[in-house]
């Protein structure tokens, strides 16, 4: 979402403590220092990140610095915390907390150096999770509540123009060294940002903390920088967007096309699943396990609609109009009681059952139909965790597709994930701002068939669609960037599992284009915990305690898939010898 990646001036003097010039500390101690430096250098650099992992920072009035000395800065301090999480003795650490604090920053250090390669500071356009839109989310979460909070907003916003400038700067720099995004997401882009230019100023986003604080004198000065400043600037990066960059920019979508790009596939790809996993070997297991789900939905097939033919129970599927939302205000609903419907089952599923409330949420109008998907927001003590789902063509949307993404991203899915991670009081703090793919989404598409042993979905479609689609993110991914498939292959490819459709298909080319590796996070860490189950189920026999397996799972948030399995098998080996 938002980028974490750039060091202050206030933060150098953190890296300055190294592991070897410490040697009466112990590992642990070690490892709980360069922790608390990486928490305090990153709420310090990128404090509007703070919003986005559910935490309470002590002020708000910073604003991330994305100028290349900002990131040079941060390269030395990545530098300093890496050697001294790589002169730690792990060994020492089993069985204690900071085994799962080292475990995080060794895997996020680790990628944030190898990901040097990319210079994704030079193409940031990005219709996913882009600055522009993580900004009017972190307007709407902005406290206005005393008369200090409102002029830190004033202070934090009245930079905003600035780093928009800043980011123009940098694309620029990036067209004269070769880097670019794919013209197609510089057009979702250009349109996400014309809908926040269409807005009237008191509709922006940007409004938002004016309108809750009750104090027309601020909403005047707010009203003020929006027009005078962070529209003009918009409009700036918006025409800069449509009139030079596009032209420029490149028509390949794979990354391959930007200087060392294969490296930055391999990098990225990682990054995402944790895994020692090249993209060739990805794809070639993704094609295995997508010719055995296309089985089983032909088995699932023969009795729901009496067909056993993959492309016909898909088009049969597609086509049953009991499947279908008559309107936007159904799809919602519906989307609530799937959710209600979960939580009420999960203490069967889970032993440490999280407290922490979430609520299903509408995309804003100005983001409905850009190309965005359902997301899921952490939330806070004081705020519930929120699923966020498009609404746009929902007589399209499947009910099938509804219940599956429901699953994964709220109950059995992200939120039980998210909150039963921060329940754990022992864990540092530093585990509230890291998340990798690998385990988070891989337990994501795990809920979704968690979810049908849970006997929740309604749907016939449900189970044919949560099957029909899995792995294909092993697939079509690296078959972008490494193997050369156009969009219109990718395309017909993800449309044969009917669970878009093909504006939604398109859409995901796209995604896919801008975030090299990130779907095939998926069902590689699906895979990886299914198959811990399996192995923790042969060995545990009739001892095998659902509920205690999937804590383990969770308990330590997202931890790279690798030491996630040596976590798991430490508890199978353990509960063997009972």
Not at 6 to 27: H, I, R, V
Not at 216 to 233: K, Q, T
Not at 283 to 312: C, H, M, P, R, W
Request: aromatic share 8%; with cysteine.
């Amino acid at each position: 979402m938002m980028r974490k990646l750039l060091l202050a001036a206030l933060s150098l003097g953190l890296a300055a403590c190294d592991a070897t010039e410490q040697p009466d500390k112990t590992s642990a101690e070690i490892v709980n220092d360069v922790a608390d430096r990486y928490y305090a250098w990153q709420l310090s650099t990128s404090p509007e990140s703070a919003y986005f992992a559910g935490i309470e920072p002590e002020r708000h009035d910073g604003l991330h610095d994305n100028s290349p000395a900002a990131l040079a800065d941060a390269w030395h301090m990545e530098d300093g915390l890496l050697a001294d999480i790589e002169a730690v003795d792990v060994t020492a650490l089993a069985g204690r907390p900071e085994w799962v604090t080292y475990v995080l920053l060794d895997q996020q250090l680790r990628s944030a150096v190898e990901l040097r390669v990319c210079r994704r500071d030079l193409w940031d356009v990005n219709q996913m999770g882009g600055w522009h839109l993580a900004y009017s989310q972190v307007a709407g979460l902005q406290p206005v509540d005393t008369a200090d909070l409102r002029q830190q907003a004033l202070a934090r916003w009245s930079r905003y123009a600035a780093y928009i400038d800043q980011a123009t700067a940098n694309l620029e720099a990036g067209i004269a060294n070769g880097y670019s995004a794919p013209q197609s997401v510089v057009r979702r882009v250009v349109a996400q940002l014309d809908g926040a230019l269409a807005l009237a100023t008191r509709d922006s986003p940007y409004f938002s903390m004016a309108s809750r604080a009750g104090d027309e004198a601020f909403a005047a000065r707010i009203a003020a920088l929006i027009d005078d400043e962070i529209y003009p600037a918009l409009r700036r990066h918006r025409d800069y967007l449509a009139d030079d960059y596009l032209s420029a920019a490149r028509s390949q979508l794979s990354v391959t096309s930007n200087p060392d790009g294969a490296a930055c596939y391999e990098a990225m790809l990682q990054s995402y699943t944790t895994l020692d996993r090249s993209g060739k070997a990805v794809y070639e297991l993704g094609t295995q396990v997508v010719a055995a789900n296309k089985a089983d939905v032909v088995e699932i097939g023969k009795t729901a609609y009496g067909l056993d033919d993959f492309a016909s129970i898909l088009e049969a599927a597609k086509a049953d109009p009991q499947d279908r939302f008559a309107d936007a205000e159904e799809l919602l609903a519906f989307a609530r009681k799937t959710v209600e419907r979960a939580e009420a089952q999960m203490p069967k599923w889970v032993g440490r059952m999280p407290s922490q409330p979430a609520a299903v949420v509408p995309f804003p109008e100005h983001e409905e139909g850009t190309g965005r998907s359902a997301r899921y927001e952490s939330g806070t003590d004081e705020r519930p965790g929120q699923y966020r789902i498009p609404l746009y063509k929902a007589e399209e949307q499947s009910r099938g597709n509804a219940e599956a993404v429901a699953f994964h991203e709220v109950w059995p899915g992200h939120h039980l994930q998210v909150a039963a991670a921060r329940g754990q009081g022992e864990m540092h703090r530093v585990s509230e701002l890291l998340w990798f793919s690998g385990p988070g989404e891989g337990w994501g598409r795990y809920a979704e068939a968690l979810a049908e042993e849970m006997g929740l979905y309604t749907t016939r479609s449900g189970p044919i669609l949560r099957r029909a689609w899995p792995a294909r993110g092993m697939v079509v991914d690296p078959g972008i960037h490494l193997f050369g498939w156009t969009r219109e292959q990718a395309v017909s490819f993800m449309m044969e599992a009917g669970r878009f459709p093909a504006e939604q298909a398109d859409a995901m080319v796209d995604r896919i284009a801008i975030l090299p590796g990130q779907l095939t996070a998926y069902d590689s860490g699906a895979l990886e915990i299914v198959a811990l189950r399996r192995e923790a189920e042969a060995a545990l026999g009739d001892d095998f305690d659902i509920r205690a397996f999937h804590d383990r799972v969770l308990e330590h948030g997202t931890i790279p898939l690798t030491y996630l399995r040596e976590h798991v098998e430490s508890w199978i080996e353990s509960e063997s010898q009972q």
